[in-house]
């Protein structure tokens, strides 16, 4: 029996049926695009558990409403080759079979018990994580981390897991120590590097973060369109906090949209960061046209909540009529999902489709009595806590709309904890204190928003518009 790069027994037929094995599990956990070889023996080799469960599990990454179609002919073979595999090939092609028919629940207790049994399985323990990070339960992100670490603690992947769960829990210091290690390990990392320009957004350290992930970018080699996407989108997040609009809107037009633009999270990345340009007053042209035409065919897709309202806000931007035909899917979700998930789409998603669509028709004040009171249990959607906070911008351009002074000048403030110098922000305080009676704040963030653009003027952009 040969084994994977991580020392866990396997079925093949070989060499190359080992090798491709090796480059789903090693380019799941590094988001390299040699995840995918596998799918190309994967009719074929009918017998081996493995290649079977892989290539189910890559169809489920597909996030869409037709992954467990594409997906189905995988968990059969999976599960009718496993009966006579090893324990672990069992409980790997029971894993994938369960988060098919959507059993989230005992998907995650197979996940656990795959750790506990087999520690060095982190493609099991990453399955783990995606899905608790889809239902917003970051705890057991860490939980199951730290249950494989005693005996996968030499692997830089576990570190950058672990780095990011801890992240989402709030818990920075952990997150950074976590993702340093990931790197000192394996300096390509991305999801560490990933995690760290999280733990740098959230404590407002703009220009550290910028300049980290302008010192490792050269390393972003051979990666998913996702990472790689999604790592550039966090790089034009601290240049817009300094002020440079521009070359954030040439980061969207190069490395953020256009890579694969018929996939979830590069649709998802797209509407993210061409809605923060907008709310930071940068004009985007006829960009939403183009994103749009790619969205038309999510009109259907509730295969997750998250995905599904950023979706909506793309099409509705966009004055696309698909986006009426979603929320009406939205709806029908809310209705019919598994119980694991209902209350989620029903008391969270529903308000909040209704509430982003009532922004981009121009009614404010629906808006903020339909997306406001849920933005506190956002984190069931899924999605972290930097692309959560979109919607929260939405809520604050909502009242800031409606002049309505005082609520937004909280909202700005408290966000000016970890932002404190941040351009669109302090702009935005200006304008809010002039019109509160209060022009010496509002000269002091005129001020503030000045200096870091003024200080950010002649760097070197790594685009050009």
């Not at 608790?132 to 939980?143: E, I, K, L, T, Y």
């Not at 440079?244 to 256009?258: I, P």
């Amino acid at each position: 029996m040969d084994e994977d790069f991580l020392g866990n027994p396997m079925t093949t037929d070989g060499a190359h049926s080992a090798g491709l094995i090796d480059d789903f599990v090693g380019g799941l956990l590094s988001y390299e695009m040699r995840a995918v070889n596998l799918l190309a023996v994967a009719d074929e080799a009918v017998d081996l558990p493995l290649v079977q469960t892989y290539a189910g599990m890559l169809w489920m990454f597909l996030e869409s409403i037709d992954g467990p179609g594409r997906a189905a002919p995988y968990v059969g073979r999976a599960l009718a080759a496993a009966r006579h595999g090893t324990r672990r090939e069992r409980l790997n092609a029971a894993m994938l079979e369960a988060w098919w028919r959507d059993d989230i629940p005992s998907a995650l207790a197979l996940g656990d018990q795959i750790a506990e049994e087999f520690p060095r399985d982190l493609a099991a323990v990453k399955v783990h994580q995606y899905l608790n990070f889809n239902r917003g339960q970051s705890p057991d992100m860490v939980r199951i981390g730290l249950k494989v670490l005693p005996r996968a603690g030499d692997v830089a992947y576990l570190h950058g897991m672990l780095a990011f769960g801890y992240e989402q829990c709030h818990l920075l210091d952990e997150a950074e120590a976590a993702a340093r290690r990931a790197i000192t390990l394996k300096r390509k990392e991305p999801w560490a590097h990933h995690a760290l320009a999280h733990v740098m957004l959230t404590r407002g350290e703009i220009d550290q973060g910028a300049a980290f992930l302008r010192g490792v970018h050269d390393s972003w080699t051979d990666l998913n369109s996702f990472m790689s996407t999604h790592l550039w989108w966090h790089y034009a997040l601290f240049l817009l906090s300094q002020g440079r609009e521009a070359e954030a809107l040439a980061t969207y037009d190069t490395r953020v949209w256009g890579v694969d633009k018929g996939y979830s999270q590069d649709q998802a990345g797209a509407v993210q960061l061409l809605s923060r340009l907008e709310l930071a007053g940068v004009d985007v042209g006829g960009r939403w046209s183009d994103l749009a035409d790619h969205l038309a065919a999510r009109a259907t897709d509730t295969a997750q909540p998250f995905l599904a309202l950023l979706y909506l806000m793309g099409l509705a931007r966009a004055g696309r009529a698909e986006a009426d035909t979603l929320l009406a899917a939205i709806r029908v979700q809310a209705d019919s999902a598994p119980d694991h998930s209902r209350e989620t789409w029903a008391d969270v998603a529903v308000p909040a489709a209704e509430g982003l669509m009532a922004y981009y028709r121009g009614d404010g004040r629906t808006t903020v009595r339909r997306l406001g009171p849920v933005l506190p249990r956002l984190v069931e959607i899924g999605g972290s806590h930097a692309q959560r906070d979109l919607f929260e911008q939405v809520v604050l351009d909502a009242y800031l709309k409606d002049r309505r002074w005082t609520p937004v000048q909280q909202m700005l403030e408290l966000r000016r904890g970890h932002d404190p110098d941040g351009v669109p922000l302090n702009r935005a305080l200006a304008q809010v204190y002039d019109a509160l009676g209060l022009p010496s704040l509002a000269q002091q963030a005129a001020a503030r928003a000045r200096g870091t653009a003024d200080a950010h003027r002649h760097d070197t952009p790594l685009f050009s518009a």
